[in-house]
């Protein structure tokens, strides 16, 4: 594709529900990564995945909150029982990995947690 | 801890009245300074990299530089499509990831 997609555009839940968020990364791009992004703050890292090497997992905020990927393409990322402090739109981006930390990002996932 | 502080929060301009935003930063071993630009409902996107104090780079009316402990985005003579946020982020050590700070909101008036 032309870009970075993520689906859903956005989501609405009930506290204590699981949801999944998907990112579909740039075709050739070997490095992708979550940010979490609150309204009124910066965007926190979440993960990042390089290639078929283990991930960076140091920001996920807790076990409720995983991600994978399969090989250079898709990954999910999954939030167990929401909670309403996890509401927030998360963006999903993908870089060569020798491209200077030039990172292409997704519209994002606006996540609202009831 | 890393930080990252941008100021001011938000800022407007008439068109072609001329301002800098500034990108403070504390960390131990800079790899690189970047800024990126987001627009509402938007994901955020590139503008520039900086690797080293003293380093500069344009792009039409946009000149980042940087120095040891902070980076200036100059917008010269700006036009309302320069209105978005703009974000600063740092890469330090051997991290992969990027740390950014809140960004400005830029607001330019026609």
């Known amino acids: 594709g032309a870009g970075v997609s993520q689906s859903p555009s956005n989501k609405v839940t009930e506290k204590g529900k699981d949801v999944e968020l998907r990112c579909d990364p740039i075709?050739?791009?070997?490095?992708l990564y979550w940010y979490r992004q609150r309204l009124g703050q910066g965007l926190e890292f979440l993960i990042y995945?390089?290639?078929?090497?283990?991930?960076?997992k140091s920001g996920l905020p807790s076990d409720r909150f995983s991600a994978e990927r399969t090989g250079e393409s898709v990954s999910t990322l999954t939030i167990q029982r929401t909670q309403q402090e996890d509401s927030a739109v998360y963006l999903c981006a993908s870089s060569l990995r020798a491209a200077g930390k030039k990172l292409f990002f997704g519209s994002g996932t606006q996540l609202s947690v009831l | 801890e890393d930080q990252v502080t941008q100021s001011p929060e938000a800022l407007r301009l008439q068109e072609g009245e001329s301002s800098s935003l500034n990108c403070s930063y504390t960390?131990?071993?800079?790899?690189?300074l970047f800024w990126y630009r987001q627009d509402p409902g938007k994901g955020p996107e590139f503008l520039f990299t900086l690797y080293s104090a003293g380093e500069e780079k344009e792009k039409e009316r946009l000149k980042a530089t940087l120095t040891k402990k902070e980076s200036f985005l100059h917008i010269t003579a700006p036009k309302p499509e320069d209105s978005a946020t703009y974000l600063c982020?740092?890469?330090?050590?051997?991290?992969?990831?990027?740390?950014f700070g809140t960004g400005t909101r830029l607001t330019i008036i026609p």
């Open positions: 982020a740092v890469q330090v050590g051997g991290n992969e990831k990027l740390t």
């Open positions: 960390v131990s071993g800079l790899r690189g």
């Open positions: 995945f390089q290639g078929n090497s283990a991930p960076d």
């Open positions: 075709s050739g791009h070997t490095a």
